[in-house]
């Protein structure tokens, strides 16, 4: 079985997927860290949309869609690895938990079972939420190693929202369960995210 989260930045992905690993009896996969050791082995000549900063970036001030068509690009990289990664790891008789730069419309594509569960966050405080995180987090703070402004930041919540509207969107033509921040807090999206994969969460 895989299982597999999905979601916005900034949205607990990762956090989630580091509870979930306490207890899971099988692999598992940072499809950031796939992103990484892709960019370490090939160039921007034979893989451009994985070099996304380098070759043909967008604007950061682009339209949303532009900005979610570029990270579709780049993520799609990563998926032609994984879905070679999924059908290998039957043959070593292990589940396989994986977390990352997953889109719906993706899962499409896999012959093996699957549970997905995606974060998304479209609260109209959301940036104050990640501004919080730049502020206080000790784990994974890329916003403050990037050194992102309270206005930058703004912005950038903006398009994430966006970029959960879509996941939502294919969420809902392909019949995937998304938990939103916006309903009822972060621990609890991903309290109901684990419960929807029937993995124990801990803490």
Known sequence: MLYLIGGSARCGKSTLARQLRQGFDGQVVSQDAVMVSIRKVTTPESQPDIFDKIVDPVAEFAPPEERIAR???RDGVVWEFMKGYFGAAPYAGDDVLSDGCL???MLTELDQEHKAAF????SLDHAERVIAIRDTSE?????RDRK???????F????NVARSREIIREC????????DIADSGIDHAQQKAAE???LERVI
């Open 148 to 154: 992102y402004s309270d206005e930058y930041i703004r």
């Open 156 to 159: 950038w919540a903006e398009f």
């Open 71 to 73: 990270l579709r690009r």
């Open 196 to 198: 929807h994969l029937g």
């Open 119 to 122: 974060l998304v966050d479209t």
């Open 103 to 105: 889109w719906p419309s």
């Open 139 to 143: 784990h994974n703070n890329w916003m």
């Open 172 to 179: 809902d033509e392909h019949g995937y369960r998304y938990f």
